[in-house]
């Protein structure tokens, strides 16, 4: 990468995104097909839910309180963020998220 092997780029901070968006959901999906595995989504119709099906046995009260809080936000996040950062970088076009869980399917395999 030319972050590493150039000059001018000292003191610089990068936000690095893919080329793609994905809810969480499409995310695993992806997964999922690149290792060969049926993984179940069920999506918490609720924050508090979110909370209970991570921690049955229940969470510290201001951990709740920060999955609940990033709950909201994940929710209320519908566009998510993407930057041109990686092409402009490596002189290319990211590779896609499948690609890389193609690539590194026997990870996801292994458990």
């Keep these: 990468m030319s972050v590493l092997t150039e000059d001018g780029h000292e003191g610089r901070t990068y936000a690095l995104t893919g080329g793609e968006l994905f809810t969480l959901a499409e995310q695993v999906k992806i997964i999922a097909a690149a290792a060969g595995r049926d993984i179940e989504v069920r999506e918490a119709a609720t924050p508090e839910e979110a909370v209970r099906a991570r921690f ?56």
């Design 56 to 111: 049955p046995g229940g969470a510290p009260r201001e951990f709740a309180d920060a999955i609940v809080e990033w709950y909201a936000l994940m929710r209320a996040d519908t566009a998510g963020v993407r930057t041109g950062t990686v092409e402009r970088l490596l002189r290319r076009p990211p590779r896609t998220f499948a690609a890389w869980c193609e690539r590194n399917a026997e990870l996801f395999a292994r458990t």
